[in-house]
Structures are given as structure tokens and as C-alpha cells.
């Protein structure tokens, strides 16, 4: 099974928005409800921040959010703060298994 | 509060065996999939397999099928990743971490990682 595609960075200044896109098939991102986002700082274990496309867990700010539409999800970071700069994955059910994407690496200018 | 403790960093020489731990508390261990990811060097995450500790249902990515064997002890509330053989190309962070969805892809917590290093 292949990767999700992300882009490799994204870049936004302090309150600014930025989006992250997950791109799939119609296999995995496509078929399932089954999306979920992880922040990655460095030399630490991935954080949930979103799960089933747009749910977020306890304790993660409103400032994320995620979508799906067709064979790609997006992670949308509102209001981006110097905290967020750090790795971003997204993840896919792909039918008894999953799949990550590559990774983006967000960068607050 | 729910906890995954991983034991601790192994090095070891390629063709040795190995099993890494995973030990749950805080949650009821045996009615969540707890999965297992890895983490090479430098490198993105990627999605091992998963088990259902009350009976061990287990899926692996078909990368990892055959590579690895994962398995659960109730009794001791603990989650096994092992290997064989093992290769130099296995050197990498392995996490384990509970599922919170029906997807097998949302994962929280984690564990705090192990650090293969594999060489010669």
C-alpha cells in the first residue's frame, strides 16, 4: 500500500490560518470515515488532534479542525501560534489496516 | 489516568531475536486495540498492526506481514512487537498506542517509544 501525499511544508505567521492536505484514493481516504491527524514535536511521541475526519479529543484546542472531501482530508490550524510549529501526519483506514502520510512540517515565520 | 509504558531501549546484532514490551493501566485493557507504529531514523510514521487483547484478533499492514509478530498477555495487561531476525534496516523507534476509534487510525495515548538500534 502506498503513503498518504502531504505536502513536505506549509508556512504561516503567528494568528494567521494554514492548511494541510491528505491526499488518497478511493480506497482509503475516500471509502472510510476513518481520518485522523497527529502533531509530532521534535523528539516527542505523535499526539492525537483529530480522529473520524473532524473529531477532536479532549484537552485539543478549537483552533484544529479537519475535513474530508473525496480522496482528501485536510487539517485546517486557525489562529496559528508558535506552539504549533511542529510535524503534522495524517493517517487512513484502508481496510483492515491503515496507512500515514509522509508529513508536513508547519513552520511559524 | 491511561498510561502505556514501553520498555526500555535494546541494541542488538542483526539475525538476534527480540520482543519489546507495552504495558497498559488506567483503562480496561483487554476491551481496546492497542497498535503498534514505527518511526525509522529521520523518517515518517508508519502503521505496523494492531491487536485486540481480549481474544487477539490481529491485523498487520501487508509491509509488515510475516516481518513481525505481535501479541497481548491479559493477565499482565501487556503488549508484545517481536521479531525473529532482526535487521539492520529495523533500527527505528516503535510506539505502541491505544485505539479511540473504529478505524483502527486514531491513537491515543502513546507510549513513550523504544529505540531499536540494530548493528553490527
Known amino acids: 500500500q502506498s503513503a498518504l501525499t502531504q505536502p513536505r511544508s506549509v508556512s504561516g505567521s503567528p494568528g494567521q490560518s494554514v492548511t494541510i492536505s491528505c491526499s488518497g484514493t478511493?480506497?482509503?481516504?475516500?471509502?472510510?470515515?476513518?481520518v485522523s491527524w497527529y502533531q509530532q514535536h521534535p523528539g516527542k511521541a505523535p499526539k492525537l488532534m483529530i480522529y473520524?475526519?473532524?473529531k477532536r479529543p479532549s484537552g485539543v484546542p478549537d483552533r484544529f479542525s479537519g475535513s474530508k472531501s473525496g480522496n482528501t482530508a485536510s487539517l485546517t490550524i486557525s489562529g496559528l501560534q508558535a506552539e504549533d510549529e511542529a510535524d503534522y501526519y495524517c493517517?487512513?483506514?484502508?481496510?483492515?489496516?491503515?496507512?500515514f502520510g509522509g508529513g508536513t512540517k508547519v513552520t511559524v515565520l | 489516568e491511561v498510561q502505556l509504558v514501553q520498555s526500555g531501549a535494546e541494541v542488538k546484532k542483526p539475525g538476534e531475536s527480540l520482543r519489546i514490551s507495552c504495558k497498559g493501566s488506567?483503562?480496561?485493557?483487554?476491551?481496546?486495540?492497542i497498535g503498534w507504529v514505527r518511526q525509522m531514523p529521520g523518517k515518517g510514521l508508519e502503521w505496523m498492526g494492531i491487536?485486540?487483547?481480549?481474544?487477539?484478533?490481529?491485523r498487520y499492514s501487508p509491509s509488515f506481514q510475516g516481518q513481525v509478530t505481535i501479541s497481548a498477555d491479559k493477565s499482565t495487561n501487556t503488549a508484545y512487537l517481536q521479531w525473529s531476525s532482526l535487521k539492520a534496516s529495523d533500527t527505528a523507534i516503535y510506539y505502541c498506542?491505544?485505539?479511540?476509534?473504529?478505524?483502527?487510525?486514531?491513537?491515543?495515548?502513546w507510549g513513550q517509544g523504544t529505540l531499536v538500534t540494530v548493528s553490527s
Open positions: 498506542a491505544r485505539t479511540v476509534d473504529s478505524g483502527y487510525v486514531g491513537f491515543d495515548p
Open positions: 488506567g483503562y480496561s485493557f483487554t476491551s481496546q486495540w
Open positions: 491487536i485486540y487483547p481480549g481474544d487477539s484478533d490481529t
Open positions: 478511493s480506497s482509503d481516504v475516500g471509502r472510510y470515515i476513518f
Open positions: 473520524d475526519v473532524n
Open positions: 493517517c487512513s483506514y484502508a481496510g483492515r489496516y491503515g496507512v
